[in-house]
C-alpha cells in the first residue's frame, strides 16, 4: 500500500480547499475534549482531533441511521467523507455488511450510501480506559476497508492510500511526497505503542478469550453477577455499538402516502421481540443482557465468522448503570468453571 507524507499545515490547507467541493464530517473537539463527529468549516478546522481513539458516535450512523424511510426506496445519495474512522468502528462495517449487503434480503439505501461515503481513516493514538480492541482480534490502527488512512507522525501525517477513490481525492496535489524509511520506521514503532497502551489498559481482565461464553444462556450464571442489576434498560450500549443492527419497520400512512421506515431497535429493552400474545422470549434483564453478550461473542462469530464487538467500549463508556462489560464476562466464564 503507497504511503507518502504531508506537513499538518499543508494538510490544513489541502482540507481548507476540498470543503469548497465537498461535505465532510471529522471528529471535532468539545468541552469536554471528547471528539464527536461534525461537518467541517472553516472555523471547527483547527479543532479536528487527529491524536486519540474512536469519536463518541459509531461510524453505523452514516451507514444505518437512527430512522430512515425504506419504501419507497430512497432515490439519491449526496456523497460526502467522513473523517477521523477509527480501526475498531471500521470492523464494524464488516459486520453491516453481512447483515445488509450480503444476506438474503438486501437494503438497497445500505449500498447506496457507502457507495457515496469517503472515509478517511485514523491511527489511534491515546486509547481510553475502556478499549479493548486487542482482546477481539483488532488493531488500534487500520489496514484495510478505507480510502485513505492517515497517522499523525511528527509534524505531519502518514497518509496511506486504500483505493483508487482515494488517490483521486489527493488531486495528485504536490504537498504529499513519498514518505521516507525513517517515517515509516516511526509509523511502525507508534503502532506497536499503541498497541501495548491496550493491552497494559487490560492487563487486570483475567479471561481474554471471550468465546468462552459459548452455550451459557442458562439464566443462573448471569443472576450471580451483581452489576447485571444495575442495568436500567436504558439501550444505550445498543445505540453506541458499533456492530448492533436490530431494527423495527414502522408502516406509517398520512394523506394516502404509505410510507414503511426503518427505527433502530434494541435488545435490552423489556418490549423487545414481545409477541401479539404479550409472550416475550427474555423477560428478566439478566437474560436481556445475556442475550446481547451471546449475540457477540457466540452467534454472531457462528453466523458470520467475526466477533460482533470491536472492542470500541463504547458500550461500557455509555452506560447510565456504570457496568463494565469485560469485568462482566470474567465473572460471568468464573461462575462456569465452577459447575
Ligand atoms: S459491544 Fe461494546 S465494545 Fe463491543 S463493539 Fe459494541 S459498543 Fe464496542
Ligand atoms: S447501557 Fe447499561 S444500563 Fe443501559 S441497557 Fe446497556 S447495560 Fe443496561
Redesign the pocket.
Known amino acids: 500500500m503507497e504511503k507518502l507524507y504531508i506537513e499538518f499545515k499543508d494538510w490544513q490547507n489541502f482540507l481548507r480547499g476540498k470543503l469548497k467541493e465537498k461535505r465532510i464530517y471529522a471528529p471535532i473537539k468539545s468541552e469536554n475534549d471528547i471528539p464527536f463527529y461534525e461537518i467541517l468549516n472553516e472555523k471547527n478546522l483547527t479543532d479536528i482531533v487527529y491524536d486519540k481513539a474512536r469519536p463518541v458516535e459509531p461510524f453505523k450512523i452514516f451507514l444505518f441511521p437512527f430512522k430512515e424511510k425504506v419504501v419507497p426506496e430512497i432515490e439519491n445519495f449526496q456523497e460526502f467523507v467522513v473523517l477521523g474512522v477509527n480501526s475498531c468502528d471500521l470492523k464494524g462495517i464488516e459486520i453491516l455488511d453481512k447483515v445488509f449487503k450480503e444476506g438474503e434480503y438486501k437494503d438497497p439505501n445500505y449500498e447506496k450510501r457507502k457507495a457515496n461515503i469517503l472515509i478517511i481513516s485514523l491511527d489511534c493514538k491515546e486509547p481510553y480506559p475502556t478499549c479493548f480492541c486487542s482482546l477481539v482480534g483488532v488493531n488500534p490502527y487500520p489496514s484495510k476497508d478505507f480510502d485513505l488512512n492517515l497517522s499523525k507522525i511528527g509534524n505531519g501525517f502518514i497518509v496511506e492510500i486504500g483505493s483508487e477513490e482515494g488517490l483521486k481525492f489527493l488531486d495528485n496535489d504536490s504537498r504529499f511526497y513519498k514518505a521516507n524509511d525513517t517515517q515509516i520506521k516511526i509509523l511502525e514503532e507508534e503502532r506497536e505503542r499503541t498497541i501495548e497502551k491496550v493491552k497494559k489498559i487490560n492487563e487486570n481482565f483475567k479471561i481474554k478469550e471471550p468465546e468462552n461464553l459459548k452455550g451459557m444462556f442458562h439464566k443462573e450464571y448471569w443472576q450471580k453477577i451483581e452489576d447485571?442489576k444495575?442495568?436500567?434498560?436504558?439501550?444505550?450500549?445498543?445505540f453506541?455499538c458499533p456492530t448492533c443492527v436490530c431494527f423495527l419497520l414502522e408502516d406509517i400512512s398520512k394523506n394516502e402516502i404509505f410510507k414503511k421506515v426503518k427505527i433502530w431497535d434494541?435488545c435490552?429493552?423489556p418490549g423487545y421481540a414481545r409477541m401479539a400474545s404479550g409472550a416475550t422470549p427474555r423477560p428478566s434483564?439478566f437474560e436481556?443482557?445475556a442475550n446481547?453478550l451471546l449475540c457477540k461473542y457466540w452467534y454472531m462469530k457462528e453466523n458470520f465468522k467475526i466477533f460482533g464487538c470491536t472492542g470500541c467500549g463504547r458500550?461500557i463508556n455509555?452506560?447510565?448503570?456504570?457496568?463494565d462489560?469485560r469485568k462482566v464476562i470474567d465473572e460471568v466464564l468464573v461462575e462456569k468453571m465452577k459447575v
Not at 444495575?230 to 445498543?238: D, E, K, L, Q, Y
Request: net charge positive; glycine share 12%; proline share 0%.
Open positions: 447485571i444495575n442495568c436500567v434498560s436504558c439501550g444505550s450500549c445498543t453506541n434494541s435490552q429493552f434483564l436481556r443482557y446481547r458500550c455509555g452506560c447510565i448503570g456504570k457496568i462489560k
